[in-house]
T-cell receptor
Framework: AQSVTQPDIHITVSEGASLELRCNYSYGATPYLFWYVQSPGQGLQLLLKYFSGDTLVQGIKGFEAEFKRSQSSFNLRKPSVHWSDAAEYFCAVGVGSNFGNEKLTFGTGTRLTIIP | DTEVTQTPKHLVMGMTNKKSLKCEQHMGHRAMYWYKQKAKKPPELMFVYSYEKLSINESVPSRFSPECPNSSLLNLHLHALQPEDSALYLC???????????FGPGTRLTVL
């Protein structure tokens, strides 16, 4: 079965500083990988996704992520964070062979705090 | 329209009540999902509907009853819930052959 690990429960960065959130997955084949962001009491918004091809993917809000097969990682990065980036970030892996049977397995999340 | 909408935003119910959560999407997606999310936890999958048929039930108690009346609507009927069922209930949808799921804003449910 697939699994996702987000080793950092909580990260604090200064506004304007760079950010990297870590994500490691476990799955036998090439998975579909996602990063979602959730503000308090809100739904999840998709930041970016990796299905295949170029291992560096660009997302919304200035985020990017790099798929590294050798390290089973899909880390999220942003060169300069804004106060509005404070939220919970979830990495997820999707598997499924039949449409309608896809499951997303989420990591436990990383809470990002931004200090002025 | 690229949104998934959910109503109501908040719901408070007693353990003997019957209520329903509603989810709607007009993106032409043919898979729809219910998730339950407790505070400071990731979403947990409850049900998946594919082409209006239930394809996954993650061993959810029968006090939760899903329904998919058509390709745009998904309901979750609630009956005899327990206080531990209090959570944020999220609906999502996805297009055929993709795992990318689009989430609604959720319904915050409190069971007294």
């Amino acid at each position: 079965a697939q699994s996702v690990t987000q080793p950092d429960i909580h990260i604090t960065v200064s506004e304007g500083a760079s950010l990297e959130l870590r994500c490691n997955y476990s799955y036998g084949a090439t998975p579909y990988l996602f990063w979602y962001v959730q503000s308090p009491g809100q739904g999840l918004q998709l930041l970016l996704k990796y299905f295949s091809g170029d291992t560096l993917v660009q997302g919304i809000k200035g985020f990017e992520a790099e798929f590294k097969r050798s390290q089973s990682s899909f880390n999220l990065r942003k060169p300069s964070v804004h106060w509005s980036d404070a939220a919970e970030y979830f990495c997820a892996v999707g598997v499924g062979s039949n449409f309608g049977n896809e499951k997303l397995t989420f990591g436990t999340g990383t809470r990002l705090t931004i200090i002025p | 329209d690229t949104e998934v909408t959910q109503t109501p935003k908040h719901l408070v119910m007693g353990m003997t009540n019957k209520k329903s959560l509603k989810c709607e999407q007009h993106m032409g997606h043919r898979a729809m999902y219910w998730y339950k999310q407790k505070a400071k936890k990731p979403p947990e999958l409850m049900f998946v509907y594919s082409y209006e048929k239930l394809s996954i039930n993650e061993s959810v108690p029968s006090r939760f009853s899903p329904e998919c009346p058509n390709s745009s609507l998904l309901n979750l009927h609630l009956h005899a819930l327990q206080p531990e069922d209090s959570a944020l209930y999220l609906c999502a949808s996805s297009q055929a052959n993709y795992n990318e799921q689009f989430f609604g804003p959720g319904t915050r449910l409190t069971v007294l």
